[in-house]
């Protein structure tokens, strides 16, 4: 298992190593705009821009200016600066991180929660009105976009413009008023982040379980005697859910820059918000740090799953 | 005495888009306490089917049950489910062909073992595991205070078997239901847990059914045998009747369609012509005669019931044959003798054509 | 080894399955030693029989004999030429004389293919019979000759019952007048009744076309009834080598007078006289198998100091058995336990 954890790092690392330097390809020698000209401003002279130039190391060459990036990521975990405000890029994803994770973590929440009762009601009820008009509604929420999915929570839920009116509204989030007065705002977000994937999560474990309550050891369980709810909760579904933990963990390393939209809607300043925004101002720095950030958290996440699958599966070695 | 088990007309019908599968169709038998009773059949015969019904892990909404069985004294058909679920693993336990699908893989073993005993014993978890590693010492598992820590996938498939079978015993079952339990394992694991069988059988007095599809397994260790065919009991006999002087067709060709140890080895096989019949639309008459080389025309039309043997009162066949020509066939099969070659020596109105032979039968 | 001309000589055969491991760079930590020296021969005509229990190698020896795995090490010559090692455009033109038939019927027919282009499949590859009408008659005759119906030539593998889908796989087979025919375990899905006939089928066709045959089964009554010699394997090597009448007649390897005495036989009366002899334990592992004599950790007769140090030889033994071991069984030992042994 050591060693096993041990290769999966030295892995991860050459794979963050092609990441960056894709990203820093991407974003240094493809034409973008150039840094310099956008730190300049709006009154600039070939001068200034010269002068920025040289201040930036920007005339180095390509793989002087990746190597010492890399070497700053390296040792100080430092994401670079923004050229564009001067302003570290480290501080703005640490700042925008508890926001995205307090998404994401309380989405997960959700819809594993919500996938794992409905797809078991499904499954044990199969064939009923209940499992039809959870997987038709199910389905339903898989095609709709999370854009128009959160336009209509807004239309719908909303304190300020909804017709219902329940929770607070888009932009009530402010990361200073801290965790607990937070999570009113957040209602909606997880409610339209997680749709998508609890349906996904419910018809999943419906088709596991099913599966699994088909197994010789099923018959054993209720050969034994044992309650059908027992057969189902400790026998059928410890099976059926194992798969879909590890499916969980790299969709939360996936979202966690795959939330923007939502971000976006809702108002909520995290790394996928930070993104955009860098991306709209064309802040090459930030883009760069935040994707560097994200695939670190993938991998992590990933190498995380493996490990816990193996816990979960005794059958599992490395 | 009353037997321990008392099975009657038992039919398992099942509702299928295809049309009603008669999986079983009117079986009756019984199980003395402390006997053994082979059930042999092939794929489809329903030998499975019905002793899952046994344990009540038929009841389905497609299915639809009717007859008796009835389990010391009290009627489980009609029983609710939690009084069936009372004799499940209780008094009533079962094995199983393929001892490693049959065992919950993320479970140690000492917990599915634990489980099994407090489902039906008001008893510790510490009282329960020491439960557990008594009855793996009973059938055999080496060190098995330390292997109840183990999964089942670190055994090999005879440990396995022996794990399910302890699992199975744990509650004292009065009757055990074994389900195929060696045809999964190799020749001498087979010996070995056959053995066990046999041992637990001397030491624990339980009654066993033993389902199976090989004749040489059901002659070592079994008392009766009942053969089945398409959802029926075709024959049923004490072991020796069975194989000294078996009186059904099917029998007849199962016995003969096997290579055998004790047999020259250059013995014609002589398999049994056709295949299964289908479930859904039984042949009519005698479910038999579309592969029975002795057929004659009424038994297209008269469905046999399971009769005694006359001059052997533990004896019963469902077949149409007169009891002198059967024994005049088997006589001749016995010797060696092809199934047309038997069929002429045995009933020399043969010669004459088959259209005399007709009203023997009817 | 045999009287007779060898199709196959087979010598020091092996085929070790690696084992990997490693920090970044997987090194082979170990094996599975699934074959581990292994020779014999297979003459023309004769029906081979290989025996053993799971993990025994005798699946993996039939994958070698047809090459459908390549070897670790040591030759197969087949009508004198060394195919162990050949290259796969070498072995096109030999692979016709070989066939395989495989255990499952279900499995191993492409469930979207009729059964006419399944069995024309051989003729396609080796672009035997290009005429297509003249393709269509010869498949008709191979489904006449193993006893299906070739008006069926239409249909589709889900169509058949088990026993004739295997009939199926037997048409493939001999479609090309194969001279060597490998069956791995070729009746052990099929129904009781439904085994002889396809017992039958093979022996017909032996007789009328002329096969060798080497017939893989874990079942010691079907092969003492089909095959003309026997070897029996365990953990990778060859116990014993005789022809049927002597080894079922008088097993010399301690192994295989436990494998003999272990089968259950349809006869009560038989069942009471015999003492069945019941072997301890679990194969070993083949990643790891015992020192010396394979078989010493589970073996009644085995001798401290001579199994266990002492590796024994495939060798004649009496009566003509080949038996590698020390300590083989005599006549008084054999009549006690085995059920066929010879008065």
Redesign the interface.
């Known amino acids: 298992m050591g060693t096993y954890i041990f290769r999966r790092l030295i892995w991860t690392a050459l794979l963050l190593f092609f990441v960056s330097a894709l990203t820093f390809l991407i974003f240094n020698v493809l034409p973008t705009a150039d840094p310099a000209k956008l730190r300049a401003g709006r009154n600039q002279t070939p001068e200034t821009v010269a002068a920025i130039r040289e201040q930036l190391n920007l005339d180095d060459p390509f793989l002087v200016r990746f190597f010492s990036y890399l070497g700053d990521l390296l040792f100080r975990f430092d994401f670079g600066t923004s050229v564009l405000n001067d302003e570290p890029v480290r501080p703005l994803i640490f700042e925008a991180l508890p926001n995205t994770l307090m998404l994401v973590l309380g989405a997960a929440f959700v819809w594993f929660a919500s996938g794992v009762v409905i797809g078991t009601i499904s499954a044990v009820r199969r064939g009923t009105i209940i499992d039809r008009v959870a997987m038709t509604t199910a389905l339903v929420a898989i095609s709709a976009p999370v854009y128009w999915l959160g336009l209509v929570a807004l239309y719908l839920f909303s304190s300020d413009l909804g017709v219902l009116g329940l929770f607070p509204a888009a932009g009530t989030y402010d990361a200073a008023d801290g965790i607990f007065t937070n999570i009113s705002s957040l209602f909606l977000p997880w409610l339209v982040l997680a749709a998508a994937f609890a349906a996904i999560y419910a018809r999943l474990l419906r088709s596991n379980l099913l599966e699994v309550m088909s197994?010789?050891?099923i018959?054993?369980?209720?050969?034994?005697?044992?309650?059908?709810r027992r057969v189902i909760f400790?026998?059928g579904l410890?099976?059926a859910i194992?798969p879909i933990i590890t499916v969980l963990g790299l969709d939360i390393g996936i979202l966690m820059g795959g939330a923007i939209l939502t971000e976006s809607v809702f108002g909520i300043p995290g790394i996928g918000r930070l993104s955009f925004d860098a991306i709209n101002r064309n802040d090459i720095d930030i883009v760069q740090g935040t994707t560097l950030f994200l695939a670190l958290g993938v991998c992590l996440m990933s190498l995380l799953v493996d490990v816990l699958y193996a816990f979960?599966?005794?059958?599992v070695r490395f | 005495m009353a037997p321990l088990l008392q099975v009657t007309d038992l039919r398992v019908h099942f509702h299928t888009d295809d049309g009603i599968v008669k999986a079983v169709d009117g079986i009756s038998y019984s199980v003395d306490a402390g006997q053994t009773l082979g059930i042999v059949g092939?794929?489809g015969s329903g030998k499975s089917v019905s002793s899952m019904t046994v344990?009540g892990?038929t009841r389905a909404k497609n299915a639809q049950i009717s007859g008796s069985i009835v389990f010391d004294g009290k009627e489980l058909l009609t029983a609710t489910?939690d009084e069936l679920?009372?004799?499940?693993?209780?008094p009533v336990?079962?094995i199983?062909q393929?001892p490693l699908?049959?065992?919950?893989?993320?479970?140690k073993i000492g917990k599915q073992l634990v489980?099994?005993v407090r489902?039906?014993q008001d008893v510790s978890k510490a009282r329960a595991l020491d439960r557990a590693v008594e009855m793996l010492g009973l059938v055999g598992l080496p060190e098995p205070r330390r292997r109840v820590d183990s999964?089942p996938?670190e055994f090999?498939?005879?440990?396995r078997q022996r794990v399910?079978i302890a699992?199975a015993l744990c509650n004292d079952p009065k009757l055990l239901i074994a389900d195929e339990p060696t045809t999964a394992l190799?020749?001498?694991?087979?010996?070995?847990i056959?053995?066990l069988l046999e041992r637990l059988k001397r030491e624990l007095d339980t009654a066993i059914v033993l389902i199976t599809?090989?004749?040489?397994?059901?002659?070592?260790v079994t008392d009766d045998i009942a053969v089945m065919y398409a959802g029926r009991i075709v024959e049923k006999a004490p072991?020796?009747a069975i194989?000294a002087a078996p009186e059904h067709p099917y029998t007849w060709?199962?016995?003969r369609?096997?290579?055998?140890?004790?047999s020259p080895?250059d013995?014609?096989?002589?398999?049994?012509?056709g295949?299964?019949p289908s479930l859904i639309n039984p042949p009519s008459g005698c479910s038999f005669h579309p592969r029975c080389p002795y057929v004659r025309e009424a038994h297209t039309r008269v469905d046999p019931a399971l009769e005694p043997v006359p001059g052997a009162r533990e004896h019963a066949v469902a077949c149409l044959l007169t009891g002198e020509t059967r024994q005049a066939l088997w006589a001749e099969l016995a010797s060696g003798a092809d199934p047309e070659a038997a069929k002429a020596a045995a009933t020399p109105a043969a010669a004459a054509g088959p259209g005399r032979l007709e009203e023997e039968g009817s | 080894m045999a009287a007779g001309n060898p199709l196959v000589e087979v010598r020091d055969l092996v085929k070790h399955f690696p084992i990997k491991k490693g920090l970044i760079l997987s090194r082979q930590v170990g094996a599975v030693r699934a074959v581990d020296g292994i020779s014999f021969d297979i003459v023309e005509g004769e029906t081979l029989g290989l025996v053993g229990?799971?993990g025994c190698g005798k699946s993996t020896t039939a994958r070698l004999l047809t090459r459908l795995l390549d070897p670790t090490s040591g030759t197969i010559s087949f009508e004198g030429r060394d195919i162990a090692f050949m290259s796969h455009e070498e072995l096109k033109p030999l692979r016709r004389d070989m066939q395989m038939i495989f255990q499952d019927p279900y499995s191993s027919l492409n469930p979207r293919k009729t059964v006419g282009s399944i069995i024309a499949e051989p003729f396609v590859i080796h672009a035997v019979a290009p005429d297509p009408k003249e393709r269509k008659r010869r498949v008709q005759e191979l489904m006449e000759q193993v006893g299906l119906n070739p008006e069926h030539f239409n249909r589709l593998p889900h169509e058949f019952?088990g026993?004739?889908r295997q009939r199926i796989g037997v048409a493939r087979a001999i479609a090309l007048k194969p001279k060597l025919i490998v069956a791995d375990e070729p009746v052990s899905a099929l129904?009781?009744?439904?085994?002889?006939?396809i017992?039958?089928l093979l022996r017909t066709l032996q007789r009328d076309l002329g096969l060798t045959i080497v017939f893989i089964a874990?079942d010691?009554?079907?092969v003492?009834?089909?095959c003309d010699r026997i070897a029996v394997m365990y953990l990778g090597r060859i116990a014993e080598l005789a022809s049927?009448?002597e080894l079922?007649g008088h097993p010399r390897h301690p192994y295989t007078g436990?494998?003999?005495?272990?089968?259950?036989?349809?006869?009560?009366?038989?069942?009471k006289m015999k003492v069945?002899?019941?072997?301890?334990g679990?194969?070993p592992s083949p990643t790891n198998p015992p020192q010396a004599c394979r078989f010493h950790t589970r073996c009644p007769k085995a001798v401290a100091g001579t199994c266990d140090v002492d590796d024994p030889e495939l060798a004649a033994k009496a009566g003509g058995n080949l038996a590698a071991c020390h300590f083989p069984l005599s006549d008084t030992e054999i009549a006690a336990r085995v059920?066929?042994a010879a008065p």
């Open positions: 197994e010789d050891y018959r054993t369980a209720r050969a034994k005697g044992l309650k059908e400790r026998h410890r099976s194992t979960l599966d005794p059958r | 092939e794929s344990m892990l489910e679920r009372r004799v499940r693993g209780g336990s079962m199983f393929d699908s049959s065992l919950h893989p993320m479970y489980e099994a489902t039906h999964y996938h090999s498939g005879g440990m399910m699992m190799d020749v001498t694991v087979q010996a070995q056959l053995d599809h090989d004749l040489g397994v059901v002659a070592e072991k020796g194989f060709g199962l016995l369609s096997i290579p055998r140890l004790d080895r013995e014609e096989l002589v398999p049994i012509p295949r299964p | 229990e799971s019952s026993g004739q129904d009781v009744s439904i085994q002889a006939q017992l039958n874990h010691l009554s079907v003492r009834h089909m049927a009448d079922y436990a494998l003999l005495s272990a089968v259950p036989v349809p006869d009560p009366r038989l069942a069945r002899q019941v072997l301890g679990d194969v059920p066929t």
